[in-house]
């Protein structure tokens, strides 16, 4: 069994009036990526900051690696890591001074530095000012303070916000090379379609309330939502095709069926038939866009 680093349980926030997380439970494993999807003000900022200890829940208990992150001594704090989602450095310092201030706070090595301005793509600009790099090379600068001491717990928040695909790419390697380490990475994000793939896990909170929680497959196996088959055709005939209701032509050569859960086999099975001129089939489940909608909408429907 995968050991637990992070335990939300019937967490409550509010600010004031403003109740920013109902009753949230959630745990987090060793070796997990978990995305935590919402709209803005959802409340996942909030989320993150109770796990940093830097506010304190105004009902139930957060743990993190075995400790109230909120106590005063709470060692675990160095095993860490925490992107925010404005990142703000001194102007003034360079690259590899500003990893060195942070490096000396969290109480790691300064040898450390250089191998991580590496990681990230830094070293050749590490002797830069800070206020010379562009949104993309300071995010990554947060990143690199972010793994400063080989964190046990990361969380980042909308970490690839100013990065370009291939700065977003060599960051989801990194991210996959820490949860091959062990590590926990929480990302909040509201780029969905990057996630798919990348998360073992997704959880969607809405106006402070969990709404869903599981792998990308399970939510698809809860909100049974269709599958989308596409055909090209090999010419204009459609052959016995259309014989199956629920077809539409998307132009002369191609057409496409949603399939419910437990249809699509049957309908691949009718497909495959000699009379049917197909020379491409596509089968597209739903998106984590899809099953964000389905239970944003189930939600708002329900209450
Ligand atoms: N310090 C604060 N004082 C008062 N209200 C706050 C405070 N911090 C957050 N809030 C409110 O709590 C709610 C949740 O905010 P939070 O920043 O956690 O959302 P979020 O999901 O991270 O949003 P975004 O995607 O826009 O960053 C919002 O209504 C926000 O206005």
């Not at 919402?38 to 940093?52: F, P, Q, Y």
């Not at 690839?160 to 390697?173: C, I, K, M, Q, W």
């Not at 792998?215 to 459609?238: H, W, Y």
Request: proline share 5%.
């Amino acid at each position: 069994m995968t050991a637990e680093t992070v335990q939300v349980s019937g967490v409550t926030k509010t600010y004031g009036k403003v109740r920013a997380l109902t009753d949230v439970s959630c745990e987090l494993n060793e070796g997990e990526t978990i995305a935590l999807v919402g709209h803005n003000g959802a409340g996942k900022t909030t989320l993150i900051k109770l796990m940093l200890g830097l506010i304190r829940p105004t009902a139930g208990t957060v743990c993190v690696l075995g400790e109230d992150p909120a106590a005063g001594e709470f060692e675990a704090r160095r095993s860490l890591g925490y992107l925010p989602e404005n990142v703000s450095f001194n102007m003034a310092l360079t690259g590899r001074e500003t990893l060195s201030f942070y490096a000396r706070l969290k109480r790691v090595p300064l040898a450390s530095t250089p191998a991580l301005l590496e990681k990230v793509g830094l070293d050749a600009a590490a002797d830069r000012r800070v206020g010379t790099y562009s949104k993309g090379m300071r995010q990554r600068l947060g990143l690199a303070q972010a793994l400063l001491g080989q964190p046990r717990v990361l969380l980042l928040d909308e970490p690839t916000t100013g990065l370009d695909p291939a700065l977003r790419r060599s960051f989801y390697d990194i991210v996959t090379e820490l949860r091959s380490a062990g590590a926990t990475v929480l990302l909040s994000s509201h780029a969905l379609t990057e996630l798919e793939g990348r998360a073992d896990r997704v959880v969607i909170v809405n106006r402070g309330v969990k709404i869903a929680d599981g792998t990308i497959e399970s939510l698809r196996r809860i909100a049974r939502l269709p599958t989308r088959i596409r055909v090209k055709l090999a010419d204009d005939r459609a052959g016995g095709l259309f014989r199956t209701g629920g077809w539409r032509r998307v132009n002369g050569h191609q057409a496409e069926i949603d399939a419910g859960p437990g249809e699509k086999i049957e309908l691949l099975r009718s497909i495959a038939s000699p009379e049917v001129p197909v020379e491409d089939i596509e089968v597209v489940p739903p998106s984590l866009d899809d099953l964000y909608a389905h239970f944003l909408g189930s939600r708002e429907s329900a209450g």
